[in-house]
C-alpha cells in the first residue's frame, strides 16, 4: 500500500509521543538511551510498518543496522530465522527490548468455537500500537477546543485476522467510558448509509452539537472500509 512521505512522519511522531506519554504519566525520566530505543521502534513501524515480512528483513539490515541504530541484540540463530526489530518492544520496567509475548487469554464460561479470539505474536503487536495511539489525545481544534482521539488503519489480506484483532482490542475498553460502533461498509454502501449509522449514536445536545448517548467517547470500527464502489471523483 502506497503511503504519502507526510503521512509516515506524521505516524512516526504520534507514535513516538505515544510511547514516551507512558513514561510521562508515571514521572519515569527518559533518558538518551531509552529515548534512542523508542525512536527506533516508532521509525520501523511507521516507515515499515506496510512492509511484507522479506521487505522488513531488508529494512532492518540495510538501513538500521547500517546507520548503527539501537536495535535489540539478536542471535545468529534468530537472525536465521528471520527475525527482526519487528519482532521486539521496549517494555517500560526493564527500559529494554524483549519479544513480543501473546496477552494472557483465559476462555469465557460459555465457550462458542466459531466466536473465539485468541491472541497470537501478531495480534498483541497490533493491539499495542493501536493502543497507544488511541489513549494519545489530539487537539482536532484550536478555536473549538475540540479534542479528539487518534485514527488507526489495519492494512492486509483476506484472512488476516484484521476484525479480529480490532474486536479483541475492543474488550479492553472501559464501557463506563467507552461506546463501541462497529459498522460493516459493502459495495454498495454510500455516504448517507455512513451517515445514518453515526446518527443512531449520537444525540443532541444543543444547537449545533451532538455527542455519544451517556456524555462517553465513542469508538467507531469501520470494517471492509475498502469494500464500497468508487465514485466518479475516485472516492
Known amino acids: 500500500m502506497d503511503s504519502p512521505e507526510v ?6 511522531i504520534n507514535l513516538l ?3 514516551l506519554k507512558e513514561y510521562q504519566s508515571s514521572g519515569t525520566p527518559v533518558d538518551f538511551e531509552l529515548f534512542e530505543k523508542l525512536w527506533c521502534f516508532s521509525f520501523a513501524w511507521s516507515i515499515a510498518g506496510l512492509f511484507e ?3 522488513r528483513q531488508k529494512f532492518h539490515k540495510e538501513v538500521l543496522e547500517r546507520v548503527g541504530a539501537s536495535l535489540p541484540q539478536i542471535s545468529a540463530q534468530r537472525a536465521f530465522e528471520k527475525e527482526t526489530v519487528f ?22 464460561r460459555r465457550m462458542v468455537f466459531s466466536q473465539l479470539l485468541i491472541p497470537t505474536t ?3 503487536r497490533a493491539e499495542y500500537i493501536i493502543e497507544r ?3 494519545l489525545n489530539d487537539k482536532r481544534s484550536e478555536r473549538r477546543k475540540e479534542v479528539g482521539l487518534l485514527n488507526t488503519l489495519l492494512v492486509g489480506g483476506a484472512g488476516t485476522a484484521k476484525t479480529s484483532i480490532v474486536l479483541m482490542n475492543s474488550t479492553r475498553l472501559n464501557r463506563e467510558e467507552y461506546n463501541f460502533k462497529r459498522i460493516n461498509f459493502s459495495y454498495y454502501t454510500l455516504p448517507h ?7 443512531s449514536e449520537v444525540e443532541k445536545k444543543n444547537a449545533k452539537n451532538y455527542c455519544p448517548f451517556q456524555g462517553k467517547k465513542l469508538v467507531v470500527f469501520l470494517d471492509d472500509f475498502s469494500m464500497p464502489q468508487i465514485n466518479e471523483w475516485g472516492d
Request: charged share 25%.
Open 87 to 108: 519482532d521486539y518492544y521496549i517494555n517500560p520496567k526493564t527500559r529494554n527490548w524483549e519479544n513480543w509475548k501473546p496477552f494472557d487469554w483465559s476462555p469465557p
Open 193 to 199: 448509509n455512513f451517515q445514518e449509522s453515526i446518527d
Open 122 to 124: 501478531d495480534s498483541t
Open 7 to 12: 503521512v509516515k512522519t506524521t505516524m512516526m
Open 17 to 19: 509521543t505515544a510511547c
Open 53 to 55: 515480512s522479506n521487505e
Open 133 to 135: 495511539l488511541r489513549t
